[in-house]
């Protein structure tokens, strides 16, 4: 069975602010992919990034950033420079490609609703 | 080109009725998916198929049946709607393990 737990429930910082979300994940398989989503206010699902697990190397895009670390099992997403617009939840998942039960299954953690206030 | 299509955007059903909530994508993908979002717990999977004429349960699948007669389309019944199913349901779509393309939702409620 895979999990993917976000522990932060709820964050709240100031505009301009950094803020991290947390990501920790669990799977038996060495061969999987991560992702996270943006969900604004909207309602739609946003695509951030794919990660596989062969692929350690940290990414940047604009003000994002993610910190994968196969070690701790966990795949972390930092907002630099927060803005108003970041207001969202972000969901952390995870897909494997064993051919047993569960694969092609997409786990979603619970989200983290983050605020930024202006 | 559409991406993931979803109908109908908003739904109120008695305890009791059926209805399928359609989806559609355009995109040629082999690999489809239903969810459901509740309050505080994710999205988690109902049924999924990897290709026509395939499908498979997910998490959470009583209370629905799915078929995929098409690569396009990827229906979900409710075939007797109760109030535990008031949801927002999303339909997703992707090319195996890339990215999952979701479509914009529907809002179900059953009273």
């Known amino acids: 069975a895979q999990k993917v737990t976000q522990a932060q429930t709820e964050i709240s910082v100031v505009e301009k602010e950094d803020v991290t979300l947390d990501c920790v994940y669990e799977?038996?398989?060495?061969?999987?992919?991560l992702f996270w989503y943006k969900q604004p206010p909207s309602g739609e699902l946003v695509f951030l990034i794919r990660r596989n697990s062969f692929d350690e190397q940290n990414e940047i895009s604009g003000r994002y950033s993610w910190n994968f670390q196969k070690s701790t099992s966990s795949f972390n997403f930092t907002i630099t420079a927060s803005q108003v617009v970041d207001s969202a939840v972000y969901f952390c998942a995870l897909i494997t490609t064993y051919s047993g039960a569960g694969s092609y299954q997409l786990t979603f953690g619970k989200g983290t609703k983050l605020s930024v206030i202006p | 080109n559409a991406g993931v299509t979803q109908t109908p955007k908003f739904q109120v059903l008695k305890t009791g009725q059926s209805m399928t909530l359609q989806c559609a994508q355009d995109?040629?993908?082999?690999?489809m998916s239903w969810y459901r979002q509740d309050p505080g717990m994710g999205l988690r999977l109902i049924h999924y198929?990897?290709?026509?004429?395939?499908?498979d349960q997910g998490e959470v699948p009583n209370g629905y049946n799915v078929s995929r007669s098409t690569t396009e389309d990827f229906p979900l019944r409710l075939l007797s709607a109760a109030p535990s199913q008031t949801s927002v349901y999303f339909c997703a779509s992707s090319s195996r393990l890339y990215e999952q393309y979701f479509g914009p939702g529907t809002r179900l409620t059953v009273t």
């Open positions: 995109m040629n993908h082999e690999y």
């Open positions: 198929s990897v290709g026509a004429g395939i499908t």
């Open positions: 799977t038996r398989d060495t061969t999987y992919y």
